[in-house]
C-alpha cells in the first residue's frame, strides 16, 4: 500500500518569513495529493491541491510543487503569519481496488509562526 | 460548497455500552467514505473505506466486530463503537468524496470520551 513521509514534524518561523513542509509517497500511481490544514480540537480543512498532470500550483501565499519522478511534494508558505499556526497533512490519493480509492495521510507537521 | 454533517460532535458514555456516529453528504452523493481516528498530536489515521451497499474494508489492526460500519445510502454511513472502553476514547472523523480524485470534505469530528 501507499507509504506517505512527512517532514519536518515541528516547525518554528519568524513571522515573515517562509515554512516549507516536504512529503514523500511509495505508490507510483498515486495522482492527487491533498493538503490539510488543522486547528487544535478542529476538523482539517483543505488548503491546497495538486494533482499529478501539473508540476506546481499556486494560490495567494500557498504553493505546492510535485516531482513525480522523484515521487515527493512540498507545500510553501510564503509571509507567513500567526494565524498560520496549526497543524499541516500532506496527502496521497492512490487507487486500491474493486473500484474504491485511499487518501494516505503524512504524520503531520506542526507549525508555529511566532509573532 | 459539499458539506459533509457529522453527529454528535461529541458524546460521553459508560464503558461497555455502544455509540453510533453518522456521517452525512449534505448536497452530494458519496459513493465511498473514510473513517478516521485521532489521538491527540497524531495523525488522521485511516480505519476504514465505506462503500455504498457493500461492506467496508477495515485497516490493519482495526477490529471490525468492534466498529462497526454501516453505509446504506449515497448520503448516509454510520460508525458504531460496540462495548465501548476507556481505551477506545479518541476524536472521530468521517469523510466523503463524489468522485474519484476529487476533494474530501471531511465531517467536524466526534469527540468520544468514554468513562
Known amino acids: 500500500g501507499e507509504n506517505v513521509e512527512q517532514h519536518p514534524s515541528t516547525l518554528s518561523v519568524q513571522e515573515g518569513d517562509s515554512a516549507v513542509i516536504k512529503c514523500t509517497y511509495s505508490?507510483?500511481?498515486?495522482?492527487?495529493f491533498p493538503w490539510y490544514k488543522q486547528e487544535l480540537g478542529k476538523r482539517p480543512q483543505l488548503i491546497i491541491d495538486?494533482?499529478?498532470?501539473?508540476g506546481e500550483k499556486k494560490d495567494q501565499r500557498i504553493a505546492v510543487t510535485l516531482n513525480k519522478t522523484a515521487k515527493h511534494f512540498s507545500l510553501h508558505i510564503t509571509e507567513t503569519q500567526p494565524e498560520d499556526s496549526a497543524v499541516y497533512f500532506c496527502?496521497?490519493?492512490?487507487?486500491?481496488?474493486?473500484?474504491?480509492?485511499?487518501?494516505?495521510f503524512g504524520k503531520g507537521t506542526k507549525l508555529s509562526v511566532i509573532p | 460548497g459539499a458539506v459533509v454533517s457529522q453527529h454528535p460532535s461529541w458524546v460521553i458514555c459508560k464503558s461497555g455500552t455502544s455509540v453510533k456516529i453518522e456521517c452525512r453528504s449534505l448536497?452530494?452523493?458519496?459513493?465511498?467514505m473514510f473513517w478516521y481516528r485521532q489521538f491527540p498530536k497524531q495523525s488522521l489515521m485511516l480505519m476504514a473505506t465505506?462503500?455504498?451497499?457493500?461492506?467496508?474494508?477495515?485497516e490493519q489492526g482495526v477490529e471490525k466486530d468492534k466498529f462497526l460500519i454501516n453505509h446504506a445510502s449515497l448520503t448516509l454511513s454510520t460508525l458504531t463503537v460496540t462495548s465501548a472502553h476507556p481505551e477506545d476514547s479518541s476524536f472521530y472523523i468521517c469523510?466523503?468524496?463524489?468522485?474519484?480524485?476529487?476533494?474530501?470534505?471531511f465531517g467536524n469530528g466526534t469527540r468520544l470520551t468514554v468513562t
Open positions: 465505506s462503500n455504498e451497499g457493500s461492506k467496508a474494508t477495515y
Open positions: 448536497d452530494f452523493q458519496a459513493t465511498t
Open positions: 505508490d507510483s500511481a498515486s495522482n492527487y
Open positions: 469523510s466523503a468524496s463524489g468522485q474519484l480524485n476529487s476533494p474530501l470534505h
Open positions: 495538486i494533482r499529478s498532470n501539473v
Open positions: 496527502a496521497a490519493l492512490a487507487y486500491s481496488g474493486a473500484g474504491s480509492y485511499q487518501l494516505t
